[in-house]
């Protein structure tokens, strides 16, 4: 007899629909809400029930979902068969399991002695918890309630010992899946503060360490499993992540309406999926919130032990009117006076930071009621404790979450209740508004010894996107319409007028240069003057520098490469030489190698590809086809001529990752240069085959952007070959293309393409618009 059979949901019927017998033979019903998943629970076990032989000494075990009757639509079964040392087992379970996976559950199983099933739970500490939620089915009922009550209890013996190892195993997991309540496509079960979370609060209330479970989490709980719940009959699967595409089907699930009042203010953005984003981000963070309270409690609880004979704990002042108590932060007993001192809740949030310790929760209650208003312009105190916090580092985080949390910040910023979990539709964002400024503002921390005045380098990470989510009139973008907000909170602060607009400057030209870097020509002179322009001096340049790849971290790493970091800082180089010595960079000097030896030359690196040849029409477009042929993705490409010869250089990447065969590649530029007409027509194939999809592509022009040449700008979904397509169109309808800029936005791209001569006539640009637009 085997008395040890473990099988997964791997063993089940896969990851995809449930097959129609469940509706048929098990008869499960559907629907959102605490009744549909009890009416599910008892479906299961009216069906299970029969599956399993009247024999003494047997029992059927529900865990999971089905032992807490809280099933979703397209949730798996985990049971359990315990027996008393019964024979058979093998055939039994077998019996047992086929059925279930023939009806097409998923199915979570193991068959087990009451003895070795405790054995598990003690070596391991996800088997423990999930024997909390074990729960009778059908069989010997009293050895299924020994088994309930005897996980229980060995809990409760022993959880002080094992919570190291599931805090352990529950930090790896918030590292892989991220924080629900800032993320905006994040797994409801997995990621921190989402449903994994609450079974943990389940097990530290269950060992009595403290209660966990208050109400508000209890609601938090609900509305995240009727979340989940409209997310499977949204799909018509089993799915735990709430991604953009699915948000406002289950949002029209849950009747979850955006109100007018919202959607004409712009106060939030215009979607009902974005009304269901800030719910769950709510309730995401009630669920941390109280689990870091768990954690805490679970924490004094071991120190008390290991303390011994005199359980007292220690009070350490940490900073003025803060004192570090049992591992957590409190008032000194001075601070607590008849006038409070305004600053206090910062200067308590920057000790916080800085200490890298949480504040107690009496504390932060204690704060929000009593702590008074600051008032206009903010006492010195208070601004420095505010850049204290916001430079801390690591400590910022965890330290703002908390004051968030207790309604502190917006005592100090009135505009963070707009800004609190605000989504941002952008699929290069990974965070909603709020946390992706306080990330921006930590990123920043780690340049600020780069720049003259890392003060404003941190309040200017910190306010770059305030304007988002506020209706723009006349095209303006998020940083035209942020400046002024931005300005108007630094004043209050207390900041002096000219910092004020320093500020401002810096929140409105926070995409000039990531912007300028990948759409524009460097070595044009016009381009290194007008961005020093409008930066001004050296200060600011280096500031903006910094904020730029603070900025970029907090976004995502879709966000940032080296080759965009080595524009920018190109840039930057180029844009204070002009600003320090008030004399233009000189272009740089064409590749000597591709001047001599026979045509054509073809030189190639990781990242460029340098061709020389027979100057003629076209060369740009054929090079840039074959480049697409090779599954290169061109990022920026240059064409000219020296001495006769037509030299193009571009600098590229794979578009799936793999590099071509460099000798693969070699022959067929030299083939296609020398105009082979097997080559072009290769590219043309692969070319129109590739062609992507997407909204409506544009195009806009830009005058006086560049010293001998006419911009022109495309803006389209991307597609392999799209450069390609364009310049041979350009080609085609008698235009010079001298150098082309890309810049990939997620799954758009921004060309810019310089167009040699003077600005075109009104009819011309409409040609040659109607000629690119086919191209796309």
Same mark, same amino acid.
Request: with cysteine.
């Given at each position: 007899?085997?008395?040890?059979?473990?099988?997964?949901?791997?063993?089940?019927?896969?990851?995809?629909?449930a097959?129609?017998?469940?509706?048929?033979?098990?008869?499960?019903?559907?629907?959102?809400?605490?009744?549909?998943?009890?009416?599910?629970?008892?479906?299961?076990?009216?069906?299970?029930?029969?599956?399993?032989?009247?024999?003494?000494?047997?029992?059927?075990?529900?865990?999971?979902?089905?032992?807490?009757?809280?099933?979703?639509?397209?949730?798996?079964?985990?049971?359990?068969?315990?027996?008393?040392?019964?024979?058979?087992?093998?055939?039994?379970?077998?019996?047992?399991w086929?059925?279930i996976?023939?009806?097409?559950?998923?199915?979570?199983?193991?068959?087990?002695?009451?003895?070795? =099933?405790?054995?598990? @739970?003690?070596?391991? /500490?996800?088997?423990?918890? %999930?024997?909390?939620?074990? $729960?009778? +089915? !059908? &069989? *010997?009922?009293?050895?299924?309630?020994?088994?309930?009550?005897?996980?229980?209890?060995?809990?409760?013996?022993?959880?002080?010992?094992?919570?190291?190892?599931?805090?352990?195993?529950?930090e790896?997991?918030?590292?892989?899946?991220?924080?629900?309540?800032?993320l905006?496509?994040?797994?409801?079960?997995?990621?921190?503060?989402?449903l994994?979370?609450?079974?943990?609060?389940?097990?530290?209330?269950?060992?009595?360490?403290?209660?966990?479970?208050?109400?508000?989490?209890?609601?938090?709980?609900?509305?995240?499993?009727?979340?989940?719940?409209?997310?499977?009959?949204?799909?018509?699967?089993?799915?735990?992540?709430?991604?953009?595409?699915?948000?406002?089907?289950?949002?029209?699930?849950?009747?979850?309406?955006?109100? =007018?009042g919202?959607? @004409?203010?712009?106060? /939030?953005?215009?979607?009902? %999926?974005?009304?269901?984003? $800030?719910? +769950? !981000? &709510? *309730?995401?963070?009630?669920?941390?919130?109280?689990?870091?309270?768990?954690?805490?409690?679970?924490?004094?609880?071991?120190?008390?032990?290991?303390?011994?004979?005199?359980?007292?704990?220690?009070?350490?002042?940490?900073?003025?009117?803060?004192?570090?108590?049992?591992?957590?932060?409190?008032?000194?007993?001075?601070?607590i006076?008849?006038?409070?001192?305004?600053?206090?809740?910062?200067?308590?949030?920057?000790?916080?930071?800085?200490?890298?310790?949480?504040?107690?929760?009496?504390?932060?209650?204690?704060?929000?009621?009593?702590?008074?208003?600051?008032?206009?312009?903010?006492?010195?105190?208070?601004?420095?404790?505010l850049?204290?916090?916001?430079?801390?580092g690591?400590?910022?985080?965890?330290?703002?979450?908390?004051?968030?949390?207790?309604?502190?910040?917006?005592?100090?910023?009135?505009?963070?209740?707009?800004?609190?979990?605000?989504?941002?539709?952008?699929?290069?964002?990974?965070?909603?508004?709020?946390?992706?400024?306080?990330?921006?503002?930590?990123?920043?921390?780690?340049?600020?010894?780069?720049?003259?005045?890392?003060?404003?380098?941190?309040?200017?990470?910190?306010?770059?996107?305030?304007?988002?989510?506020?209706?723009?009139?006349?095209?303006?973008?998020?940083?035209?319409?942020?400046?002024?907000?931005?300005?108007?909170?630094?004043?209050?602060?207390?900041l002096?007028?000219?910092?004020?607009?320093?500020?401002?400057?810096?929140?409105?030209?926070?995409?000039?240069?990531?912007?300028?870097?990948?759409?524009?020509?460097?070595?044009?002179?016009?381009?290194?003057?007008?961005?020093?322009?409008?930066?001004?001096?050296?200060?600011?340049?280096?500031?903006?520098?910094?904020?730029?790849?603070?900025?970029?971290?907090?976004?995502?790493?879709?966000?940032?490469?080296?080759?965009?970091?080595r524009?920018?800082?190109?840039?930057?180089?180029?844009?204070?030489?002009?600003?320090?010595?008030?004399?233009?960079?000189?272009?740089?000097?064409?590749?000597?190698?591709?001047?001599?030896?026979?045509?054509?030359?073809?030189?190639?690196?990781?990242?460029r590809?340098?061709?020389?040849?027979?100057?003629?029409?076209?060369?740009?477009?054929?090079?840039?086809?074959?480049?697409?042929?090779?599954?290169?993705?061109?990022?920026?490409?240059?064409?000219?001529?020296?001495?006769?010869?037509?030299?193009?250089?571009?600098?590229?990447?794979p578009?799936y990752?793999?590099?071509?065969?460099?000798?693969?590649?070699?022959?067929?530029?030299r083939?296609a240069?020398?105009?082979?007409?097997?080559?072009?027509?290769?590219?043309?194939?692969?070319?129109?085959?590739?062609?992507?999809?997407?909204?409506?592509?544009?195009?806009?022009?830009?005058?006086d952007?560049?010293?001998?040449?006419?911009?022109?700008?495309?803006?389209?979904?991307?597609?392999?070959?799209?450069?390609?397509?364009?310049?041979?169109?350009?080609?085609?309808?008698?235009?010079?293309?001298?150098?082309?800029?890309?810049?990939?936005?997620?799954?758009?791209?921004?060309?810019?393409?310089?167009?040699?001569?003077?600005?075109p006539?009104?009819?011309?640009?409409?040609?040659?618009?109607?000629?690119?637009?086919?191209?796309?």
């Amino acid at each position: 007899m085997t008395s040890l059979i473990k099988g997964s949901a791997s063993d089940s019927a896969g990851d995809g629909d449930a097959h129609p017998l469940v509706n048929e033979v098990v008869g499960v019903p559907g629907g959102i809400g605490e009744g549909a998943r009890r009416a599910r629970a008892a479906a299961f076990e009216r069906w299970l029930t029969p599956l399993l032989p009247d024999r003494p000494g047997i029992a059927l075990v529900a865990v999971g979902g089905l032992g807490r009757r809280q099933c979703a639509p397209y949730g798996d079964l985990d049971l359990v068969l315990v027996h008393a040392g019964v024979s058979g087992m093998d055939e039994l379970a077998s019996k047992l399991w086929y059925p279930i996976w023939d009806a097409g559950l998923r199915l979570d199983h193991s068959v087990r002695t009451l003895a070795e =099933a405790l054995s598990v @739970a003690q070596d391991d /500490v996800k088997v423990a918890l %999930g024997l909390l939620d074990a $729960r009778y +089915v !059908a &069989g *010997d009922r009293e050895l299924a309630d020994t088994l309930a009550r005897t996980a229980t209890d060995h809990w409760r013996r022993t959880a002080v010992r094992q919570l190291p190892a599931l805090r352990e195993i529950t930090e790896a997991r918030w590292q892989a899946h991220g924080e629900l309540a800032f993320l905006l496509e994040g797994d409801l079960k997995e990621a921190a503060g989402g449903l994994r979370d609450v079974g943990i609060l389940r097990a530290i209330a269950a060992a009595g360490i403290t209660d966990a479970l208050r109400p508000a989490v209890r609601a938090a709980h609900l509305r995240l499993l009727d979340t989940r719940d409209a997310l499977h009959e949204q799909v018509g699967r089993r799915v735990d992540r709430l991604v953009a595409q699915e948000r406002d089907g289950v949002a029209a699930r849950l009747g979850l309406r955006q109100s =007018a009042g919202d959607a @004409a203010s712009a106060a /939030v953005a215009a979607h009902d %999926g974005d009304v269901l984003l $800030r719910r +769950v !981000a &709510g *309730d995401a963070r009630t669920v941390s919130h109280a689990l870091d309270d768990a954690w805490r409690a679970a924490d004094r609880l071991r120190s008390g032990r290991r303390r011994g004979a005199d359980p007292r704990p220690v009070r350490r002042p940490v900073a003025r009117d803060v004192v570090e108590h049992d591992g957590e932060l409190v008032l000194a007993r001075t601070a607590i006076g008849a006038r409070p001192d305004p600053s206090l809740s910062l200067r308590m949030a920057a000790a916080a930071a800085t200490t890298r310790l949480p504040i107690a929760r009496a504390t932060c209650e204690w704060l929000a009621a009593y702590c008074p208003p600051l008032s206009s312009p903010w006492p010195a105190d208070a601004r420095t404790a505010l850049i204290t916090l916001l430079g801390a580092g690591p400590g910022l985080v965890p330290a703002w979450e908390t004051c968030d949390r207790y309604g502190l910040i917006d005592g100090w910023l009135p505009e963070w209740t707009r800004m609190r979990s605000l989504p941002q539709h952008n699929p290069v964002h990974r965070y909603t508004l709020d946390r992706h400024l306080v990330q921006t503002a930590y990123e920043a921390s780690r340049h600020t010894r780069e720049v003259d005045r890392p003060d404003l380098l941190l309040l200017g990470a910190f306010l770059h996107d305030i304007g988002k989510g506020l209706p723009a009139e006349g095209g303006a973008d998020h940083s035209t319409v942020g400046a002024p907000l931005a300005e108007a909170v630094v004043a209050r602060v207390g900041l002096p007028e000219p910092e004020v607009a320093l500020i401002g400057t810096l929140v409105r030209l926070h995409l000039l240069l990531p912007d300028v870097a990948t759409r524009r020509d460097l070595s044009d002179p016009v381009t290194i003057a007008r961005v020093a322009e409008q930066v001004g001096d050296s200060t600011t340049l280096d500031l903006l520098h910094a904020l730029v790849r603070a900025d970029a971290a907090a976004t995502g790493p879709a966000a940032w490469s080296d080759w965009k970091g080595r524009l920018v800082a190109e840039l930057v180089a180029r844009v204070r030489t002009a600003l320090d010595t008030g004399v233009l960079p000189a272009p740089p000097a064409p590749d000597p190698a591709l001047l001599a030896g026979p045509l054509p030359v073809v030189h190639l690196t990781e990242d460029r590809v340098a061709v020389a040849a027979a100057d003629r029409r076209g060369l740009l477009a054929t090079v840039a086809g074959c480049l697409a042929l090779h599954r290169l993705e061109v990022l920026s490409a240059d064409a000219s001529t020296v001495d006769g010869r037509a030299l193009v250089e571009c600098r590229v990447q794979p578009r799936y990752g793999l590099p071509p065969d460099p000798i693969a590649l070699g022959g067929d530029l030299r083939r296609a240069v020398a105009g082979d007409v097997s080559v072009t027509q290769r590219l043309r194939g692969r070319a129109l085959a590739a062609r992507g999809s997407g909204a409506a592509p544009r195009v806009v022009w830009h005058r006086d952007a560049a010293t001998d040449a006419v911009l022109l700008e495309l803006r389209a979904a991307d597609a392999a070959g799209l450069l390609y397509r364009v310049t041979c169109a350009l080609d085609e309808a008698g235009a010079q293309v001298r150098a082309a800029r890309i810049s990939t936005l997620g799954g758009d791209v921004v060309d810019a393409f310089y167009l040699v001569g003077g600005w075109p006539s009104d009819g011309e640009r409409a040609r040659l618009e109607a000629t690119v637009l086919a191209a796309v």
